[in-house]
C-alpha cells in the first residue's frame, strides 16, 4: 500500500484594506473592557492607570514591576478584545515604569552631616569654624 503524497493546494491571498482605528474609538474600547473587568479589582485598578492614545498605539504608565506583569498577563485578552471592537489588528498596547527616586536615609555619621548641610548651610560654616569630624 504505497501512498503517493497528495499534491499542495494552493490558498488565494485575500487583501483586506484596514480602517484605522480612530483615538475615540480606541478609548471606548478600552473603557469597555475595563467595565468587563470590573470584578477582579487589581486589574480593573490597573486598566485605570494613566494612558495615552497616539494613533494605533496605546501606551500605559505603570508604578512597579507587579503591575507590569500583571498587565503581561492580560495582554492577549486585551488585545483581542480591542482588536475585535475595533476591527483594527494593528492596535499595540505598551507600558513603561515610572521612575520615582526613592530617598536613601542617611546611616553614617559623614552622610548624616551632608544632609544636615544640604539643609542647612550654616552647618558648613560651624565645621569649618570647630573643626568639626564627622567620623571622630
Known amino acids: 500500500m504505497d501512498q503517493k503524497p497528495q499534491p499542495l493546494v494552493e490558498v488565494e491571498q485575500i487583501?483586506?484594506?484596514v480602517i484605522p482605528a480612530t483615538s475615540e474609538a480606541i478609548e471606548e474600547a478600552w473603557k469597555a473592557y475595563a467595565d468587563k473587568k470590573k470584578?477582579?479589582?487589581a486589574e480593573h485598578l490597573l486598566l485605570?492607570?494613566?494612558k495615552t492614545v497616539e494613533g494605533r498605539k496605546v501606551t500605559l504608565t505603570l508604578a512597579n514591576?507587579?503591575?507590569a506583569q500583571l498587565l503581561n498577563s492580560l495582554k492577549t485578552e486585551m488585545m483581542t478584545f480591542l482588536r475585535?471592537?475595533?476591527q483594527d489588528p494593528e492596535i499595540?498596547?505598551?507600558?513603561f515604569l515610572e521612575q520615582n527616586e526613592v530617598a536613601r536615609p542617611a546611616y553614617?555619621?559623614?552622610e548624616k552631616l551632608e544632609?544636615?548641610?544640604e539643609k542647612y548651610p550654616a552647618v558648613q560654616e560651624f565645621k569649618e569654624r570647630f573643626g568639626l569630624d564627622p567620623e571622630f
Request: charged content about 35%.
Open 84 to 86: 475585535e471592537q475595533c
Open 48 to 50: 485605570q492607570r494613566p
Open 15 to 17: 487583501k483586506v484594506e
Open 39 to 41: 470584578e477582579m479589582a
Open 115 to 117: 544632609k544636615l548641610i
Open 65 to 67: 514591576a507587579v503591575e
Open 108 to 110: 553614617t555619621g559623614r
Open 92 to 95: 499595540a498596547v505598551e507600558h
